[in-house]
């Protein structure tokens, strides 16, 4: 996925170094159809989408822990403090899910 910047002001601009590191926190890496190596063969296609879907929803709770977004499982307590919204992702099959998830991410970091 290429990331489309949009100018953050003058002298407020991030490196690229910065940049890439952001890249590599987004959870839409997780599951990035456009690093994954071409296949000849549908068997180890289908392997690799399998292993990555699975390291996807392994990793997902440890990116979670690194965001701005809270995981929750049923059974967890439930916060009575502050506005609570239960998102519910497909994090290891859902391009959208994840991308969504970046997106509401980004949408706290700026409160």
């Not at 910065?18 to 296949?39: C, G, I, S, V």
């Not at 998102?87 to 949408?107: H, I, M, P, Q």
Request: hydrophobic letters at 35%.
């Amino acid at each position: 996925m290429s990331s489309n910047r949009v100018g953050r002001g003058f002298g407020t601009e991030k490196s690229s170094t910065q940049n890439l590191e952001d890249d590599m926190k987004k959870f839409l890496k997780l599951l990035d159809p456009y690093e994954r190596p071409a296949f000849f063969d549908s068997e180890a296609a289908v392997r690799y989408i399998d292993e990555e879907q699975q390291r996807a929803r392994e990793q997902f709770p440890l990116m979670v822990a690194q965001s701005n977004l809270h995981y929750w499982r049923p059974g967890d307590p439930i916060s009575t403090q502050g506005i609570r919204f239960l998102l519910a992702l497909g994090a290891g099959f859902s391009l959208k899910d994840l991308r969504f998830a970046d997106v509401f991410n980004e949408a706290l970091s700026k409160h």
